[in-house]
């Protein structure tokens, strides 16, 4: 009996050669770019793809950071996080549940929170409904077909309608999202001159490229209490920052109109609590705006009771059609 091992003789077996002689090249084309661009350089290798936060000794001399000195004057920080997830799909489309939360930090301290939710959104190739949202063809074809562009796309909207709001509020305010101002998805560029009473528009990003600038971040690690860096001053200013003596070093961007790039951190520092260097009211809108086991068993009952779903049993088709190399499936 043939098997995988004794396949007959043929040259369909050699059908990978040219594909394999492509890869043989790439890799050549690889080794000599990262020769140019790798070769002695810091690297941090990412722990099943989840990204790690690195820590440097060696400062760069020519960095002088600013100190984040605290700004005496009550402003509250009003910071927007949000949660989707997929409760599931037909033939014709995926239903989505979102959530959003806002922390709201004044002189110090954590003051309030509101939290907006569970929305249901439909995806469908009729388009978008449960938000305000009118993809192109294209655009809705990526949606349909992504999952995971479905749940960034309905997160930017509901937080950019949160921002705009409270933008627009009569109150004098610091609104901080979870993420950069400049990232081509947040939809956030519209929003960027901050608010019309003077209110400033901050991004706080826990993750990103610029925190590789091994040394301007070892620079602001060794001073002494809060200070930052300014890496862009264009027109969304951007800057490398901590809060406290040992805090973590994190990207923030700002957007034209209320106070000073310096001022908006000193009214920061004031205003919001930072553990770790993280504010708090930011902190707060993540744990408000994600879904337990409950939120979800409570929801999917729900929409099953609500819209008289048929629901069918389902198994893990991952783990029985590709099995384990251990043996069994």
């Known amino acids: 009996m043939s098997n995988i091992l004794t396949l007959p003789d043929n040259e369909d077996t050699d059908l990978l050669d040219s594909v394999a002689q492509e890869f043989r090249l790439g890799y050549a084309e690889l080794t000599d770019n990262a020769e140019r661009e790798l070769s002695g350089k810091n690297f941090i290798f990412s722990r099943y793809g989840k990204e790690l936060y690195p820590y440097f000794e060696d400062a ?152 590789l600038s091994e040394g301007v971040v070892s620079s602001i690690n060794k001073a002494d209490g809060a200070a930052f860096h300014v890496i862009d001053d264009g027109a969304v200013k951007t800057a490398l920052a901590k809060f406290s003596k040992d805090g973590l070093v994190f990207r923030l961007d700002f957007a034209e109109g209320g106070e000073t790039l310096k001022d908006t951190l000193g009214l920061m520092l004031f205003n919001d609590a930072f553990a770790s260097g993280y504010p708090e009211s930011l902190k707060v809108a993540h744990h408000l705006s994600i879904f337990s086991k409950a939120d979800d068993h409570a929801l999917k009952a729900f929409v099953t009771r609500r819209f008289r779903l048929k629901r069918l049993p389902t198994f893990a088709l991952r783990t029985i059609a590709l099995g384990s190399f251990r043996g069994g499936s």
Request: net charge positive; with cysteine.
């Open 60 to 211: 760069d001399a020519t960095v002088v950071p600013g100190c984040i000195i605290p700004l005496k004057e009550g402003r509250p920080v009003a910071s927007v996080d949000s949660t989707c997830v997929l409760l599931g799909e037909s033939s014709g489309g995926a239903l989505y549940a979102a959530r959003m939360s806002v922390g709201i930090s004044f002189r110090g301290a954590l003051r309030k929170f509101a939290r907006l939710g569970p929305l249901l959104v439909y995806v469908s190739e009729s388009g978008v409904s449960g938000i305000k949202v009118r993809p192109s063809r294209a655009e809705l074809g990526l949606l349909m077909s992504d999952h995971s562009i479905a749940e960034r796309m309905i997160r930017n909207s509901i937080e950019r309608k949160a921002v705009q709001s409270l933008l627009q509020s009569e109150s004098k305010l610091i609104v901080m999202t979870d993420g950069s101002l400049k990232h081509p998805y947040t939809q956030m560029s519209e929003l960027a001159r901050g608010g019309e009473n003077g209110s400033s528009l901050v991004g706080f990003s826990k993750s990103s490229s610029l925190i």
